[in-house]
T-cell receptor, first 112, second 116 residues
């Protein structure tokens, strides 16, 4: 099936640092979404991207829809302890039966 | 506005039993999708319901089934439980079909199913 690649599996950063994550695929997607999941909770939508090249911000988070439509990037600036969690990318193609495909997530740890 | 509500939060069942999970979508959302989350496989799509009809299905055996009611609430059923069914089952709702642009999924907090 379609695969979205997120690596590395875990990232460790110092509080205050910026961090960048990317998500790649061999397929073209028409929508990219970024979610964050805290322990014991469901994923929460952070940013949605609908157009190639689109750059969207949500507070300290910025995400971009790659111009090839095969990748997306999420940047977190000035990290804080509550940024800890699992960050998932998700992509969707258009079409009657296209479903949202998720990457396996990146676990972010922030050292105070 | 209340979010997606899933009940129960935790379930322990034994092999061979069956289980029913419930999901109430965000008010006004007409689509409900179900996902299975495990550490090894990540988020795997089970199925999507819209207007009381299954619109899309993932690669799971027939033991996994679901339905949607007229008020958009959805239930998922797993029969003849196996140990490998232990997972977090997540429900997500969206305003329109999950395949539509500008209709992102909003997730509930899941039901943690443990099969012993």
């Amino acid at each position: 099936g379609q695969q979205l690649n997120q690596s590395p599996q875990s990232m460790f950063i110092q509080e205050g640092e910026d961090v960048s994550m990317n998500c790649t695929s061999s397929s073209i997607f028409n929508t990219w979404l970024w979610y964050k999941q805290d322990p014991g909770e469901g994923p929460v939508l952070l940013i949605a991207l609908y157009k190639a090249g689109e750059l969207t911000s949500n507070g300290r988070l910025t995400a971009q829809f790659g111009i090839t439509r095969k990748d997306s990037f999420l940047n977190i600036s000035a990290s804080i302890p509550s940024d800890v969690g699992i960050y998932f990318c998700a992509g969707r193609k258009t079409g009657a039966n296209s479903k949202l495909t998720f990457g396996k997530g990146i676990t972010l740890s922030v050292r105070p | 506005k209340a979010g997606v509500t899933q009940t129960p939060r935790y379930l322990i069942k034994t092999r061979g039993q069956q289980v029913t999970l419930s999901c109430s979508p965000i008010s006004g959302h007409r689509s409900v999708s179900w996902y299975q989350q495990t550490p090894g496989q990540g988020l795997q799509f089970l199925f999507e319901y819209f207007s009381e009809t299954q619109r899309n299905k993932g690669n799971f055996p027939g033991r996994f089934s679901g339905r949607q009611f007229a008020n958009s609430r959805s239930e998922m059923n797993v029969s003849t439980l196996e140990l490998g069914d232990s997972a977090l089952y997540l429900c997500a709702s969206s305003v329109d079909r999950a395949t539509s642009m500008n209709s992102p999924l909003h997730f509930g907090n899941g039901t943690r199913l443990t099969v012993t």
